[in-house]
Structure formats: C-alpha cells, structure tokens
C-alpha cells in the first residue's frame, strides 16, 4: 500500500496513516500486504510503473488502484477500492 498526496494533497502526515490504515480494516504489515512510505503514483515510481506497464492508466485516486502481483513478480490484476472482492477471488486462485 502506497500513500500518495498526489490527489488534492489530501493525504495524512506520514506518522498518522498506521493508525488510519488499521481502523478502517486494513492489514499495514502481514497478509502480504505492507504499507510503504508516500510516493508519486503517476510519476517515476518505478514499482507503479512496472504496474501501469501490465494495466495501463492513471490512477485517479489514492484507493483507485490496487495491483496483484504473483509470487513471479508477474502483474496479473488490478482492482478499485470497489472491487476488492474479485481481488480476494483472484488472490485465491493464486494461493490454491
């Protein structure tokens, strides 16, 4: 997970999105997931870009994007904050 204040500069401080990333039900460390430090999503990045190469597109949002990357380092998803359960679906598919 990337925090980005790149949208309307709407982010929180650094210290405080733990703590907001907890209470709104979402792993920051484990389940593989890992809450990284903020960056610039639509600029040079080179994790999003490696992403947007596979799905192309801005990212509208801070939750407008979310990628799957398998145990290869291959991008074979990407999901909305509205789509999170066909991203379980095919994190599932992935494990079995």
């Known amino acids: ?3 980005s204040d790149e949208f309307g500069r709407q982010e929180l401080p650094t210290e405080q999105i733990p703590a907001f990333v907890k209470k ?3 792993p920051v460390d484990g389940d593989g997931c890992t809450l990284m430090a903020k960056t610039e999503v639509n600029g040079a990045d ?3 870009n490696y992403c947007k190469m596979a799905f192309p597109g801005q990212v509208q949002w801070n939750f407008a994007a979310f990628f799957l990357v398998d145990k290869t ?3 074979v998803g990407r999901f909305s904050a509205r789509e999170l359960d066909k991203c379980d679906a095919a994190l599932a598919q992935l494990s079995a």
């Open 24 to 26: 709104s039900g979402l």
């Open 46 to 48: 080179p994790v999003w």
């Open 1 to 3: 997970m990337y925090p």
């Open 73 to 75: 380092g291959t991008v």
